[in-house]
């Protein structure tokens, strides 16, 4: 176990933030869900800290595994102590609240005759690679005396080396050095092996985890059990702020095609950690006004869209879906941001998670999108994979050298594929993404011509509930790639071409219609009445325009999913009480009325506030109670912001 000393009081002063900077944000414009987990640190699918309790200092931070990486946090006020953040013995302080932003997580305490305000920020701005990959996440306090009087203040934060380690026994060392104005403490494993594991439950076990701040009024030690130490003495006060930092060098990120790849912040081999480090230390007041705006507008918007309980949901999502990805540079220069399938099978690149996933990207940055199909294009391009549909995966993270998912999904992957090409050149305004695939989307979409209208027993992304044939749902997912095909035709000049896949695509969306009615709705399969499921891949045809679909289809949907929701949502299909909570979104969104909209996301919101389930948003939970089937901390979370389109 680890030991935490106690806390020395250091003497010297540093400098005061105005009161004004102090305010605390108006209640109305704080996140009012209880998250299932608060997102704490998120810089990749291994660094990835989390707070699955109501209060910070209920339960130590854990990695979305669940693991224990404890961070703890310890504030002395006139020589009495508290506890905000971590397990532990003693008294803590008292939370007074929890606030997920898209970038950023505030807590408030009071500790005796103060208040604390605790800032947890991730500069995940999608228009910026650079930012998303610099591998720095910043811890901000702010303190505020109640009384009007002066107090003697002092705050620690403690890290364990569990944060650079798969497993407790793994052997650590720990050290201590200066850069510039920063003090700088890291953890790391004794044995340093690049790439000695893949798979789901796993955690990175090389490179080095690090605390750092700037060295004026800051004691920065190595205790005995190699746990990081940093104490910053606010002096005799009513108000003072700061910040520390925390991040991870992996040294190497990803193994692709044979090739160590480093992370996407140090593509060229020429920077270091420290730089990172320093460059994150003098852009922290601007960083923290841009992500200040950034959360602002998000949730404006998203509210605009699907009012505000939607705004919460895409707050929550926003991190998440970033930091189960990493961002890398291929050997051939293109940007890579391959999403690990947590908890699920630990896959590297995988199709159907990219393509629920791609809205937020769509939305923010069009290049990120491309950047997390990119490898897919390559691996079939490459003439490793040769099959006439794209491949599942491209392996198993952090490994990247070819599908080792033990199944294909022909129809699912080539229509993703398809569809994510097409709303990528239609969000950059221009095809040239599509031009340079031209050859690979042809062979993708002459298979489904092929066999996409009535698909034979095959898998679709939503795999756990088994193979089946003649999937309604999957067949409109080839419908709209057929049609998004004639789409990138035109644009590229190819008006041939063009008029013969839209023509196509229209007949079958008209075959579709007769194959797959039953009264009142649309079959989960084309040979069995009495059946129904979301048809949650409709709404590309009303995002891309493609006059597929009648109108009355999507309203004929709309009222049948309005009348089978449960407690906590609209279940996936007439099997089962499950669902995913991307493709309800994806399925309101097939709503005209922002009322229809807003009533098929609210059940969905209580399940996020309710569920007992204390882990990162799950994807797959259960309609009638408040629990997850399966999956956490997934990047498909990404969808949630398709409304936004």
Request: hydrophobic share 40%; with cysteine.
């Amino acid at each position: 176990m680890i030991r935490f000393l106690a806390i020395a009081l250091l003497a010297l002063a540093i400098g005061f933030a105005s009161p004004a900077a102090q305010a605390v944000a108006p209640r109305s414009s704080r996140n009012a869900m209880r998250a299932p987990a608060y997102p704490l640190i998120t810089i990749d699918p291994y660094t990835n800290g989390w707070s699955m309790t109501d209060n910070l200092y209920d339960d130590d931070v854990r990695h979305w595994t669940e693991k224990p990486f404890p961070l703890r946090g310890f504030i002395t006020v006139d020589g009495e102590q508290y506890r905000f953040m971590g397990a532990g013995d003693g008294e803590t302080a008292h939370q007074l609240y929890a606030d997920v932003q898209a970038t950023q997580t505030h807590y408030g305490f009071t500790c005796g005759p103060v208040d604390l305000e605790l800032t947890f920020t991730a500069p995940l701005l999608l228009d910026t690679p650079e930012l998303i990959s610099r591998p720095v996440n910043y811890i901000s306090y702010k303190v505020k005396s109640t009384d009007g009087k002066r107090h003697s203040v002092s705050i620690r934060f403690m890290a364990s080396p569990l944060w650079a380690v798969n497993t407790p026994e793994q052997g650590t060392v720990s050290g201590k050095s200066e850069s510039g104005s920063l003090v700088l403490l890291r953890t790391g494993t004794r044995s340093q092996e690049y790439f000695s594991r893949k798979g789901d439950d796993v955690r990175i076990d090389w490179g080095y985890f690090y605390l750092a701040a700037e060295k004026r009024g800051v004691a920065a030690s190595v205790q005995s059990d190699g746990s990081l130490s940093i104490i910053r003495d606010m002096g005799h006060s009513c108000n003072a702020s700061g910040f520390i930092m925390a991040g991870y060098d992996d040294i190497y990120s990803i193994r692709y095609f044979g090739e160590k790849l480093r992370p996407y912040w140090n593509r060229s081999g020429d920077a270091t950690i420290e730089s990172q480090f320093e460059a994150a230390r003098k852009d922290y007041k601007r960083l923290i006004k841009r992500c200040d705006g950034f959360d602002n507008r998000l949730m404006a918007d998203a509210t605009a869209a699907g009012g505000s309980q939607y705004a919460e949901l895409c707050a929550l999502s926003y991190r998440q879906s970033i930091c189960a990805q990493k961002l890398v540079q291929a050997p051939n220069g293109d940007l890579l941001l391959l999403s690990k399938e947590n908890n699920s099978n630990g896959s590297i690149g995988t199709v159907d998670i990219s393509y629920p996933a791609a809205p937020l990207y769509l939305k923010y940055n069009p290049r990120m999108a491309e950047a997390m199909i990119n490898a897919n294009y390559y691996y079939s391009e490459s003439g490793r994979w040769t099959k006439p549909f794209p491949a599942h995966d491209v392996g198993t993270y952090p490994i990247a050298e070819g599908q080792t998912y033990p199944g294909d999904m022909p129809v699912e992957e080539a229509g993703n594929m398809i569809i994510l090409t097409a709303a990528i050149c239609h969000f950059e305004k221009s095809g040239s993404y599509a031009a340079r695939h031209w050859e690979t989307l042809t062979t993708w979409a002459q298979y489904l011509r092929t066999f996409g209208l009535d698909p034979e027993n095959q898998l679709c992304t939503d795999d756990f509930a088994g193979h089946f044939a003649h999937n309604a749902n999957l067949s409109i997912k080839a419908i709209v790639a057929l049609a998004c095909y004639g789409r990138l035709a035109e644009t590229l000049g190819k008006g041939d071409i063009a008029a013969e896949y839209t023509a196509a695509a229209r007949e079958m969306a008209s075959q579709w219609v007769l194959m797959a009615s039953d009264g009142d709705h649309y079959r989960l399969t084309f040979d069995k009445p009495g059946t129904w499921s979301q048809k949650y891949n409709m709404v590309w045809d009303k995002i891309l325009n493609l006059g597929l679909f009648p109108d009355d289809v999507r309203a004929t949907e709309i009222a049948w999913y309005l009348n089978h929701q449960n407690a906590y949502g609209l279940p996936l299909d007439n099997r089962e009480m499950y669902t995913k909570s991307d493709w309800i979104v994806w399925s309101a969104t097939l709503a005209d009325s922002a009322e229809d909209f807003e009533a098929l996301i609210a059940p969905m919101w209580r399940f996020y506030n309710e569920t007992r389930d204390r882990v990162p948003m799950s994807d797959w939970y259960f309609t009638h109670a408040p629990h997850r089937r399966g999956f956490k901390a997934r990047a498909v979370v990404g969808g949630h912001f398709i409304r936004l389109l």
